[in-house]
């Protein structure tokens, strides 16, 4: 089997913090494949939620969804109901875990997905919240996805779409946010958690292979370092023959390059 | 009642709801239709809005969105000619979050003023919008107060419905409850207009009553060339076409579609019979392989 690719690492990597039994608030793309990788290998009890509408969808592998909203999402689910309905549970707490996507992210996670520049006269606009900002308000561990990039990696975001920390653990109480805590940045060359008392960044571990200085340099403000630094378990034979089952053409080289073109632009 | 029919009960500067979310059900043959009638000045709003974002703004018949999110999907990305005009004037797109356009939605159709939520919280949506920071007055806890939306009119598209607008739809509902509620003027296309006691015989699969409903028409595969749950798949391929164009021609390549399916066209029928029965009846399979269990 050829090697993993920097999105299947992120992958895997993001699966494993998933714990059966529970339940998951997931976006579409890389958190939604986690999600239901994790389901198809060790979290068979896992339910995934999606913002279409399904509760506890089983996705056809090759056949995963483009929007969170389409049929696709909606294959095998205990439960259809109504976009608001999905939401009104994650502000009632019944999710274990928020996952999704960013743009640009920054030190103390929060995450934009709105604007690249001055709002009021962006260089860029991109597609906006949609659900996430109420995921990262609501659910009640808060797991983010994205390839690590300096052009990501920002110091402060240039508009915070989905508080993470906001500047801090006060500046995130005073806001009111008090429902859910943002837990771990999952990226293709690292594990980032966050540190208690600064609410900021935190290098917990490393994928196979991957150099501190090769995180650091991806990355545009000072990471923290983790005392009990570790090296992510590579990939299993297992898990990576499943996620490209799963991706099918999601994974292809062509569909591959067209998402990175629609990101990088 | 036809769509041009129809698209006599909307305004120019009317506030205009589209239901369904992106690219699934939503109302395409009423929304084209809006376009062939040339409305304009309008405000369309939807929870997250496809490339018909685009497609009103090159037309001139929008002069602002209101939306959570605004793309074509995860492989086509945001609409390029949507992310030019906002670009060059922010003030055209009102951002939401998803919960809270949807409570805005909830709010209009329970006959509220607002409904608290904890979304928006520490965000820079907030100061960008109406909504306001709020204390509970019981708990003292900090909530979002977000102000009822009751747009003039709501386009949707349902699976079944009656002469008098008893509306069923399959699958995820969407927002299209809420909406038929809060909206001043409901106008529902559907697959199929049936009996009513064929509606009577499913009764519990009702989801908006006749008597908020103001129109009925019957357009088969009338979300097309999005998807209807169960009926057909949406037309990737399409998609693939759209983006092409625009992201060759930009505004020129908008203008190229508009004019094909619009105005040459001349009516949805005609706009289906160029897509051609082998790709609709494709989409319909696929769409049965879907709902499979």
Wanted: hydrophobic share 40%; with cysteine; proline share 5%.
């Amino acid at each position: 089997m050829t090697e993993a690719t920097p999105v299947e690492l992120m992958i895997v990597a993001g699966s494993r913090l998933l714990g059966d039994g529970r339940v998951v608030f997931a976006g579409v793309g890389a958190p939604l494949e986690a999600s239901v990788l994790a389901k198809r290998l060790h979290a068979p009890s896992l339910t995934i939620v999606l913002e279409g509408g399904a509760i506890g969808p089983r996705m056809i592998p090759g056949k995963l969804p483009v929007s969170t909203n389409e049929m696709r999402s909606a294959h095998g689910a205990f439960m259809l109901t109504s976009i608001t309905d999905i939401f009104l549970y994650a502000q009632r707490g019944c999710y274990d875990y928020g996952f999704i996507g960013a743009a640009q992210i920054d030190q103390f996670g929060n995450v934009n997905t709105s604007y690249i520049g001055d709002p009021d006269r962006p260089k860029i606009r991109l597609p906006g919240s949609g659900g996430a900002n109420d995921i990262v308000s609501s659910c009640r561990e808060i797991m983010i996805m994205t390839r690590h990039e300096t052009r990501r990696f920002v110091e402060r975001v240039d508009f915070i779409t989905s508080p993470g920390y906001v500047s801090g653990p006060e500046a995130r109480r005073r806001a009111g946010l008090r429902r859910s805590r943002p837990v771990a940045v999952i990226t293709d060359l690292a594990l980032l958690g966050f540190d208690a008392d600064t609410g900021r960044l935190r290098l917990d571990a490393l994928q196979p292979g991957v150099s501190e200085e090769q995180v650091h340099a991806a990355t545009g403000f000072e990471l923290l370092r983790s005392d009990s630094l570790s090296e992510l378990p590579a990939p299993t034979a297992l898990e990576l023959g499943e996620v490209r089952r799963l991706r099918g053409d999601a994974g292809s080289a062509e569909i591959e390059a067209q998402r990175e073109a629609t990101r990088a632009s | 009642m036809s769509l041009a029919e129809a698209a006599a009960l909307v305004h120019d500067g009317d506030t205009v709801a589209a239901g369904g979310c992106c690219y699934s059900r939503t109302p395409w043959a009423m929304l084209l239709e809006l376009l062939r009638a040339e409305r304009r000045d309008l405000v369309l709003a939807r929870n997250l809005m496809c490339y018909e974002a685009e497609l009103f703004l090159a037309a001139g018949a929008a002069r602002k969105l209101v939306a959570s999110w605004v793309g074509i999907g995860l492989r086509w990305g945001v609409p390029k000619l949507f992310r030019e005009y906002v670009t060059r004037d922010p003030a055209i797109y009102e951002e939401w979050s998803h919960l809270s356009y949807g409570l805005r939605l909830l709010a209009g159709s329970m006959g509220m003023p607002f409904l608290p939520t904890a979304s928006l919280l520490g965000s820079d949506l907030l100061a960008r919008t109406p909504a306001q920071e709020l204390r509970c007055p019981f708990t003292g806890e900090l909530l979002v107060a977000v102000p009822a939306l009751q747009p003039d009119v709501a386009l949707i598209h349902v699976h079944r419905v009656d002469a008098e607008g008893n509306a069923q739809v399959e699958g995820p509902t969407f927002m299209d409850m809420e909406l038929a509620r809060a909206a001043t003027t409901v106008i529902v296309t559907a697959e199929e207009v049936v009996p009513s006691a064929e509606i009577a015989r499913h009764a519990d699969r009702t989801l908006i009553p006749g008597f908020v409903v103001d129109a009925v028409v019957e357009v088969p595969y009338g979300s097309y060339p999005h998807e209807c749950h169960g009926r057909y798949e949406a037309d990737f391929d399409h998609f693939d076409t759209y983006t092409e164009l625009v992201n060759a021609d930009g505004e020129e390549g908008v203008r190229a579609y508009l004019s094909e399916h619009v105005e040459k066209a001349g009516s949805f029928a005609a706009f289906l019979e160029s897509v051609g029965t082998s790709t609709l009846f494709e989409q319909r399979r696929r769409a049965r392989e879907l709902v499979l269990p």
